[in-house]
Structures are given as structure tokens and as C-alpha cells.
């Protein structure tokens, strides 16, 4: 591969395409020159020495493409400090065969750098350090979250199965109704496996109460604390709604309308036209599926606490047959607009536009 990088000379005129397929200890590389495939090699994983054979490339370079994964955009970042063309490309965003296919490490690389040249690819957005920094700590919180939902639920089913009833309160994990659970009058190895459900949730808790505190301290300050001040304007809408779409959406100002957001969030209904026929489908689930579910929470509330909300809501009920789960998730695409448009216009929430 030394051979060829020192043979081959690249012109402004040329068009060069870089597909990688990243690993932990290896990139596997593919050329795509002048529409052909050029030449392919695997090297180690070293950010440095792949950035300096495509600088040997320059005049002819236009793309360096690799898909999200596990390790993360530290490879586009140095390569954009060398002054080289890279893009992140979803993999969810990325054409894929009808039917079965190979699938190798030496065929996604070739595959990324062709479907670049073709103009194929959608890049994502590549965070700061900060940036990503921010959102992590945020997915660390829904992470503890979504395990204290788990072990409720684990409680629940434990009280089901062996025939014992609920406290009262329990429904919203009232303190009193926690309290009796810890003193039920058990067998002695029941005992221990109900303990031991309260333990993990006692555990999580303290836990999740934690990172709220240091969601607090970290990120509610500068410039994402105004915009989350901001978007906590909205009915229904509280710290970790804000919190959530201020780092999920750092790049707001990317998007050109409201429906291109919806479709950012997986919250877009899918279109099937054939013919002079036309539906519309479930919505699209692509991208975060945290923010989306946080999102729905966040417009229930607001239909409790808006009567305007809650006259739109009832409406579209009525529009979708009596299905509130599909009026509701209208009413959190609704709810993304207003919150996309009062970070664009830096204004808070008004009722009356």
C-alpha cells in the first residue's frame, strides 16, 4: 500500500472518495477514485497515520466516511484538525440490499467510500468534546432512571405472582406504601427476595438523585442553562425534558424547518404513496428513542396543565378514531415545534402564536 500512495499522483481534478470501516485495534480503508474503486488495506487503528496517508491525497479528497458506532467521533475530530473532509454517517441512514448479503469489514469500507462518491450518505452532526460530554452525562441519568423503572416493575410482578396485594399509594410509589412493603409479614425466603428488589431500588434512587445533582451543577450554567430556562417556558416541560433536547439538539440551527426535526426525533409518520393512493403510517423511530419517549411524557403533561392543549388533544382523539396514544404523539410533535422554534428565535413559550 506504501507503493501505491507514492506512485499514484493526485490532482485537483480528480475526485477521491475514503470509506473506513472503524475499529477498535484496526481500519480497514477503501479508495474510491474518479467513480472505480481504487484500492483497499487494513492498518491499525491509528488516527495519525491514516491522516497522514490522506494528506498525501488532498488535492483530490473529497470525503472521509465512516458510520457511528462504539468508538465514538475522536476519528473525525482529528481529522478535521488536519483539514481533512471527514463525515460521520448514520448507520441506520445508510443503503442497504433487499435481499441477503456478504457483509465484511472489506466490504463496508467499500461500500461507505462508493455510496459517498454517489452522494448517498447523510452525515450526522459531529459534537464538541463538550458537547458530548454534556449529552453523556444526561444518558447516564436516563440510564439509572430506566433501571428504577425496571425494579418497580420487578416489585410489582413479584406482589402479583405470589398473590399479595398493594399497598395503597402504590401506584405512584408513595412513601407510606414503600414503607408497608418493607414490613409485609412474609416467609422468611420471601422475605429476603423482597429486601433484596428494595435494596436495587433504594440503590437507584439514591443514585438517580445524584446525577440530578450533578445535572444541576454541571450543566445548568452559561449558555445551555439559558437554553434550558428557556425552553422550560413551555407547559409541561421541566428540568429533564430541557435538559434533554438542549444537549440531544446542540446543533439546532442545522435544521431548515420543524419538519425536519420531526423526522431528527423519529417522530415523522411514515408515507406510503402508490398510485393516486396516499396513507400515512406509524412514525418513523429513527434516532433517540430517550428523547422521544421523554418528549411524549412531557406533552401529556402539558395537556393536563393547558386547557388549550387538552381542547387540541381531544380533537385529534376524535381524528384518530378514540386512539389517545396517536392523538398523544401529535401533540409531541406539536410540543418538539414549539420548543425547536423558541430555541431558533431565543424567545420563550407564547400561547397565542
Known sequence: IEKYFKTVTFTADDNLFVGVDVHKKSYHVALYLNDAPSVDFVMPANKEQLSQKLKTTLPALRQVAYETGP???????HLHQNDLPASVVATSKIPRPAGRDDKTDKLDSKKLAEYAAKGLLKPVQVPTLKQEADRQLYRMRH??????????????????????????????????????????????????SLDELLGDMDYYASRLKALDQSLAEQLDKGRLAQRMALLKTHPGVGPVVSCQF???????????????VFKYLGLSPTLCQSGERSTRGAINRVSNSRLRGNLIQAAWRWVETDIQAKKT???????????????IVAMARKLSGHLWTMLVRDQPYDSQK
Open 313 to 327: 388533544f381531544y380533537r385529534l382523539v376524535t381524528n384518530c378514531g378514540g386512539l389517545k396514544q396517536k392523538a
Open 143 to 192: 440510564r439509572q432512571a430506566r433501571n428504577l423503572a425496571k425494579v418497580k416493575t420487578q416489585i410489582k410482578s413479584f406482589l402479583l405472582m405470589h398473590g399479595l396485594d398493594e399497598p395503597a399509594g402504590l401506584t405512584k410509589w408513595k412513601r407510606n406504601a414503600v414503607q408497608q412493603l418493607r414490613t409485609f409479614p412474609l416467609s422468611t425466603t420471601l422475605r429476603l
Open 71 to 77: 468508538t465514538g467521533y475522536g476519528l473525525a475530530r
Open 246 to 260: 438542549a444537549t440531544e439538539l446542540f446543533h439546532y440551527r442545522e435544521f431548515n424547518s420543524t419538519r425536519e
